[in-house]
Nanobody, 127 residues
Framework: VQLQASGGGLVQAGGSLRLSCAAS????????LSWFRQAPGKEREFVGVIRWADGSTFYAESVKGRFTIFRDNAKNTLHLQMNTLKPEDTAVYYCAAGPRIMIVSGSYSRPGEYEYWGRGTLVTVSS
């Protein structure tokens, strides 16, 4: 399984950016895919999750209303649309895949629950 994140860059506060994560190596209908982020000197933080089968989503409070996760089934690609970006959103963003049971158990915010991780993509928001 490979997860390849892309789309990071430098953006001004208030701006928008869209990240993508190309997933390959298996079908993901029984999986949930998430975005995490890690700022310098901080622990990896949950951003949001999507259940691949039905597209249901859950978000961290810090990004709710600003970020949107969606998937393109035909291209097996996960996206993270980030609007109204703030300097505190600056981090390396990672996509990850884990069993969809995490949605039921509520454990989707825990990095240790995930089986597969992609390399990160850096997002820098300037003030």
């Amino acid at each position: 399984v490979q997860l390849q994140a892309s789309g990071g860059g430098l953006v001004q506060a208030g701006g928008s950016l869209r990240l993508s994560c190309a997933a390959s190596g298996r079908t993901f209908s029984s999986y949930a895919l998430s975005w995490f982020r890690q700022a310098p000197g901080k622990e990896r933080e949950f951003v949001g999750v999507i259940r691949w089968a039905d597209g249901s989503t859950f978000y961290a409070e810090s990004v709710k209303g600003r970020f949107t996760i969606f998937r393109d089934n035909a291209k097996n690609t996960l996206h993270l649309q980030m609007n109204t970006l703030k300097p505190e959103d600056t981090a390396v963003y990672y996509c990850a895949a884990g069993p969809r049971i995490m949605i039921v158990s509520g454990s989707y915010s825990r990095p240790g629950e995930y089986e597969y991780w992609g390399r990160g993509t850096l997002v820098t928001v300037s003030s």
